[in-house]
T-cell receptor
Framework: SQKIEQNSEALNIQEGKTATLTCNYT??????LQWYRQDPGRGPVFLLL?????KEKRKERLKVTFDTTLKQSLFHITASQPADSATYLC????????????FGKGTSLLVTP | DGGITQSPKYLFRKEGQNVTLSCEQN?????MYWYRQDPGQGLRLIYY???????QKGDIAEGYSVSREKKESFPLTVTSAQKNPTAFYLC?????????????FGEGSRLTVL
């Protein structure tokens, strides 16, 4: 079966450090992958999309990589701040619908001052 | 302002009752979705729709029903056949086609079965 796996353990880092979150998938070759941020009790908010032909994408302090050989995406937050504390979800289309996304369970990030 | 509105935000229901969650969007998006989220879990896809009067089952459609009579509306009914309905329900919308658009989410509806 197709799976999307993210680190289940929470990631605790110190302010100013770089946070790196991992998303692995199996048995699928997605055309793109998306990352979302979710705060407690709120709906997820889109952060970045990376396509299969792109190795890296950046947006301000965020960087996403996509290795289709390893079937893995890495999500980096540089110069992390306490306000970055949230759960981060990766998502991809595993249904071959072309648009409906399936999500990983998310990784909780806590940035401490 | 453009966005997605879900209602009610909190809902309590007795076992055996059907309940309908509302989702409205004014973003002129073609596609709409319903997800379920349980504590500590990711989002699981219930139903999705690309056009009016057409929708597809997601991974956990059993015990749920939807309709898409208008482009801007995609209500979800949680039926009594859903064995564990207590959860956080999220509605989303997106454009479809070139660009594979991001999902825009509502603020969610939290359903508790008493």
């Amino acid at each position: 079966s197709q799976k999307i796996e993210q680190n289940s353990e929470a990631l605790n880092i110190q302010e100013g450090k770089t946070a790196t979150l991992t998303c692995n998938y199996t048995n699928y070759s997605p055309a793109y992958l998306q990352w979302y941020r979710q705060d407690p009790g709120r709906g997820p908010v889109f952060l970045l999309l990376i396509r299969e032909n792109e190795k890296e994408k950046r947006k301000e302090r965020l960087k996403v990589t996509f290795d289709t050989t390893l079937k893995q995406s890495l999500f980096h937050i540089t110069a992390s701040q306490p306000a970055d504390s949230a759960t981060y979800l990766c998502a991809l289309d595993v249904s071959n619908s072309g648009y409906a996304l399936n999500f990983g369970k998310g990784t909780s990030l806590l940035v401490t001052p | 302002d453009g966005g997605i509105t879900q209602s009610p935000k909190y809902l309590f229901r007795k076992e055996g009752q059907n309940v309908t969650l509302s989702c409205e969007q004014n973003l002129n998006h073609d596609a709409m979705y319903w997800y379920r989220q349980d504590p500590g879990q990711g989002l699981r896809l219930i139903y999705y729709s690309q056009i009016v009067n057409d929708f597809q089952k997601g991974d956990i459609a059993e015990g749920y029903s939807v309709s898409r009579e208008k482009k801007e509306s995609f209500p979800l009914t949680v039926t009594s056949a859903q064995k564990n309905p207590t959860a956080f329900y999220l509605c989303a919308s997106s454009i479809v086609g070139v660009g594979t658009g991001e999902l825009f989410f509502g603020e969610g509806s939290r359903l508790t079965v008493l």
